[in-house]
């Protein structure tokens, strides 16, 4: 696999020109993959947190429980820290897209870039899923 340069992608992780959380997006999920991302987040042992409104909750037993009825109309969150450097917030609207984002501030450097580009690999393979990462300029201005 080949490295990405700090050097050479530098100025897109500048939060001056890029915003300063562009979102992580996973398209074309199901309930199976939410599944598969909660057992991620729970074997690799994350530290996570999970908000309904403005109530926090333990991380929900079963993916389902992200997009029950009785949740209609209520912001839901899912903040996890991959790295103790990386926050990584996801943002459970629907089930067929993973939609989350993270700080540019904290991917500054070969190292944390690095530590960035080691999370999407994870969890890509856990969803057998490529993740994409998009400014968040341009992925609000595409999204439905």
């Known amino acids: 696999m080949e490295i ?9 992780f500048d939060p001056s020109q890029n915003g300063s959380a562009p979102d992580v997006v996973v398209p074309g999920t199901a309930i199976a993959d939410w599944e598969a991302l909660l057992g991620l987040i729970r074997s690799e042992g994350w530290r996570c947190e999970y908000q309904v409104g403005d109530e926090r909750r333990p991380l929900p037993a079963a993916a389902a429980e992200l997009f029950g009825p009785n949740l209609e109309g209520l912001l839901r969150s899912v903040w996890v820290w991959p790295d103790s450097d990386l926050e990584w917030i996801i943002r459970p609207w629907a089930p067929d897209e993973v939609v989350s984002d993270v700080s540019l501030y904290e991917i500054q450097g070969q190292e944390r870039l690095d530590a960035f580009c080691r999370f999407l690999r ?5 969803l057998a899923s490529p993740c994409s990462y998009t400014p968040r300029e341009l992925s609000t201005a595409t999204r439905r």
């Open 4 to 12: 990405i340069r700090w050097v050479d992608v530098a100025e897109w």
């Open 122 to 126: 994870t969890v890509g393979a856990a």
